[in-house]
T-cell receptor, first 111, second 114 residues
Framework: GQQVMQIPQYQHVQEGEDFTTYCNSSTTLSNIQWYKQRPGGHPVFLIQLVKSGEVKKQKRLTFQFGEAKKNSSLHITATQTTDVGTYFCAGQKAAGNKLTFGGGTRVLVKP | NAGVTQTPKFQVLKTGQSMTLQCAQDMNHEYMSWYRQDPGMGLRLIHYSVGAGITDQGEVPNGYNVSRSTTEDFPLRLLSAAPSQTSVYFC?????????????FGEGSRLTVL
């Protein structure tokens, strides 16, 4: 079945530094979504990428969809304490509607 | 707007008991789904539905039943609870366009099976 892997599992970041989390699918995706879950909360939608090679920015967050539509990345610049949480990618295959989530990257920020 | 509402928020069961987790959405979303999240783990899809009367299995369907009699409601039934089903359960809904759109999640239901 479809597998979505995320690395790293944990990311300890000094406040002000940049970091990137990566998402890899075993199959070609029709689209990929990113979510953020604060500690004790529920996942909240960040963005959806649909086109091959697509790059989207939200303030300090940059999302990229690979050319082969099998991988994606989230890059955060100038990390702030508000960035603490777990970031999930979720992939959808062309046929069907299931969204398969990766294991998440848990981000801890050191002030 | 209430969005996606899950009840109960907390539940403790004994092994072998049955129960139903309720999920309701008021956004007229076609797509509804149930995920479970174990400590330090990602979200694993249990069951999903693309409309009233239509349900399908996700990655971890064993031990759970669902039904979708209305667009608004998508209850999740645990037939005979086991300690392995201790988890946080999230219901999520979405519009269906070219695929599944942005998922709106409920607050979660924390289940402990003793």
């Amino acid at each position: 079945g479809q597998q979505v892997m995320q690395i790293p599992q944990y990311q300890h970041v000094q406040e002000g530094e940049d970091f990137t989390t990566y998402c890899n699918s075993s199959t070609t995706l029709s689209n990929i979504q990113w979510y953020k879950q604060r500690p004790g909360g529920h996942p909240v939608f960040l963005i959806q990428l649909v086109k091959s090679g697509e790059v989207k920015k939200q303030k300090r967050l940059t999302f990229q969809f690979g050319e082969a539509k099998k991988n994606s990345s989230l890059h955060i610049t100038a990390t702030q304490t508000t960035d603490v949480g777990t970031y999930f990618c979720a992939g959808q295959k062309a046929a069907g509607n299931k969204l398969t989530f990766g294991g998440g990257t848990r981000v801890l920020v050191k002030p | 707007n209430a969005g996606v509402t899950q009840t109960p928020k907390f539940q403790v069961l004994k092994t072998g008991q049955s129960m139903t987790l309720q999920c309701a959405q008021d956004m007229n979303h076609e797509y509804m789904s149930w995920y479970r999240q174990d400590p330090g783990m990602g979200l694993r899809l249990i069951h999903y539905s693309v409309g009233a009367g239509i349900t399908d299995q996700g990655e971890v369907p064993n031990g759970y039943n669902v039904s979708r009699s209305t667009t608004e409601d998508f209850p999740l039934r645990l037939l005979s609870a086991a300690p392995s089903q201790t988890s946080v359960y999230f219901c999520a809904s979405s519009y269906l366009g070219a695929g599944t759109g942005e998922l709106f999640f409920g607050e979660g239901s924390r289940l402990t099976v003793l």
